[in-house]
C-alpha cells in the first residue's frame, strides 16, 4: 500500500493539528528551559519562545485549518497524499532547525525555517486565482505578510538587533489576527445561525459587507500605525477603533443565545478575548497603565487558544464523519485555556511572578495534551460514515 495513500495524509487538518498538539507541551518545555539556562539558544529566550508559539505551533494549527475550510467554503483541490506530506516535512525541518540552533550556523536555521510558507503559497495561488469568489484572495496577501514577518525575524537575528526582530514577530501576531477574523468571521456566523435555526431560537443576522470591511480594515489601520512607530495617541485610538468596530460585529451574531453549545460558546468567547485585546491595546497606549504585554497575551492565549481549540474540536469531528458532540474532558480544556488567559493577564498586569507565569503555561499546554488523548487516534484513522445527522453545538 502507498504510505502517501494513509489516512493521516487524506486532509490537511490530520497532519498538522497532530503536529500542532504534540509540539505545544514542547514549546512550552523549551521555552522554561531557556528561561532556567539549561537550554542554550542563540537568541534570547524571548524571542525563541516568541518565534516558534507563532511560526512553529500557531502556523500548524492555521495551515490545517485554512487548508482544510478551502475545499468546502472556496472549491479548491484538497492538498493530500505527497502534496501534504512535504508541508508537514517542511515545517518539521523548521521546528528541528530552532531546537538545534546552538549547534547550526543561523542562516541555515533561517532558511530550513524560511521554507515553508512560499512552498504552501505556491501550491494555494493558482488555485486561489480560479475561484469564483474573490474574497478568497485576501489569504495570499496575508500569506505573504507572514513571509515577509518570519523573513524580517531571522534578517534582523543574523544581524544581532534583537528589538527589530521582536517587532517582525509583533508584525507575525497581526497577520494571524488577520486569518483570525476572515475564518473566525466566516464560519462563527454561519454556524451560529445554523445554531439557533436548528434549535428554534431565531436566525442568523444578515451579512453586512460594510461592517465586515470596516471590522478588517481597522486592524489592517491599526498594524500599519503600530508597525511604523506613530504616536501612541494614534496607535490607541487605532486600537479603541477596533474594540468598538468587533464589539459591534460580534454582537450582531447572537452568541448568548448558543451560551449552552460548547463548541460555539468557545468561539464566541475567542472574539470576546479579541475585543479585551484591543481595549487593552487601547489603554496602553492612551493611558499607559496596563503594559503593553498584555493585550498580546489576551490575544495569543485567550481568543487565538480558545479558537484554536474549538475549531481542532469541530474539524476533528465533523471530518471524521463523527456527531458534533463534546466530550467531558474538552470541556475541561476548554475552561483550562479560559483560566491561562486570566492568569497570564493577570500576572502581566499585576506582576505575579514566575510562578503565575509557570502555571498559567501549563494551563494552556493541558488543553492540547487532552486533545491528543481524545483524538489523536482518530487522526490516524479512517473517517466514518456520516450516517447520523449532525446536532448543533
Do not use: C
Not at 480594515?217 to 477603533?241: E, I, K, N, Q
Amino acid at each position: 500500500m502507498n504510505s502517501f495513500g494513509a489516512p493521516l495524509w487524506a486532509s490537511p487538518f490530520r497532519p498538522f493539528y497532530l503536529l500542532g498538539a504534540l509540539y505545544a507541551p514542547l514549546v512550552i518545555t523549551g521555552g522554561a528551559g531557556a528561561l532556567l539556562g539549561t537550554v542554550h539558544l542563540p537568541t534570547t529566550p524571548q524571542l525563541w519562545h516568541g518565534h516558534e508559539m507563532l511560526f512553529g505551533f500557531a502556523l500548524a494549527i492555521v495551515v490545517g485549518t485554512v487548508l482544510t475550510a478551502l475545499p468546502s467554503w472556496a472549491g479548491t483541490p484538497e492538498i493530500r497524499g505527497r502534496g501534504l506530506a512535504a508541508l508537514a516535512a517542511l515545517w518539521l525541518l523548521g521546528r528541528a532547525a530552532f531546537w538545534a540552533a546552538p549547534w547550526l550556523p543561523q542562516w541555515s536555521v533561517a532558511l530550513a525555517d524560511a521554507l515553508l510558507l512560499p512552498a504552501l503559497t505556491a501550491m494555494v495561488a493558482p488555485q486561489l486565482f480560479n475561484v469564483r469568489n474573490r474574497l478568497f484572495l485576501l489569504l495570499l496577501p496575508i500569506l505573504l505578510a507572514l513571509i515577509a514577518a518570519n523573513l524580517a525575524y531571522h534578517a534582523f537575528i543574523l544581524a544581532g538587533d534583537g528589538a527589530r526582530a521582536q517587532r517582525a514577530l509583533h508584525a507575525g501576531v497581526y497577520a494571524v489576527i488577520a486569518v483570525f477574523l476572515l475564518k473566525g468571521g466566516v464560519l462563527v456566523p454561519i454556524f451560529t445561525g445554523n445554531a439557533l435555526r436548528a434549535l428554534g431560537r431565531g436566525d442568523a443576522p444578515r451579512f453586512r459587507i460594510a461592517l465586515e470591511a470596516a471590522a478588517l480594515l481597522s486592524v489592517v489601520l491599526l498594524a500599519a500605525l503600530d508597525l511604523a512607530g506613530a504616536s501612541r495617541t494614534s496607535v490607541g485610538l487605532a486600537a479603541f477603533t477596533g474594540a468598538v468596530a468587533h464589539a459591534i460585529r460580534t454582537a450582531r451574531w447572537r452568541g448568548w443565545r448558543v451560551a449552552d453549545q460548547p463548541l460555539l460558546a468557545s468561539l464566541h468567547l475567542a472574539f470576546a478575548w479579541l475585543i479585551a485585546a484591543f481595549a487593552l491595546k487601547a489603554a496602553s497606549e492612551l493611558t499607559g497603565v496596563v503594559p503593553a504585554a498584555a493585550w498580546l497575551h489576551a490575544f495569543t492565549v485567550g481568543a487565538l487558544g480558545l479558537m484554536m481549540l474549538g475549531l481542532m474540536n469541530r474539524v476533528a469531528l465533523r471530518h471524521t464523519g463523527r456527531a458534533l458532540e463534546v466530550p467531558p474532558a474538552m470541556r475541561i480544556a476548554y475552561l483550562s485555556m479560559f483560566a491561562a488567559a486570566l492568569l497570564r493577564l493577570a500576572a502581566t498586569v499585576h506582576g505575579l511572578g514566575y510562578w503565575a507565569v509557570a502555571l498559567a503555561a501549563l494551563l494552556w499546554a493541558a488543553p492540547f495534551v487532552i486533545y491528543l488523548l481524545l483524538y489523536g487516534a482518530t487522526l490516524l484513522q479512517p473517517s466514518l460514515p456520516r450516517m447520523q445527522p449532525l446536532r448543533p453545538t
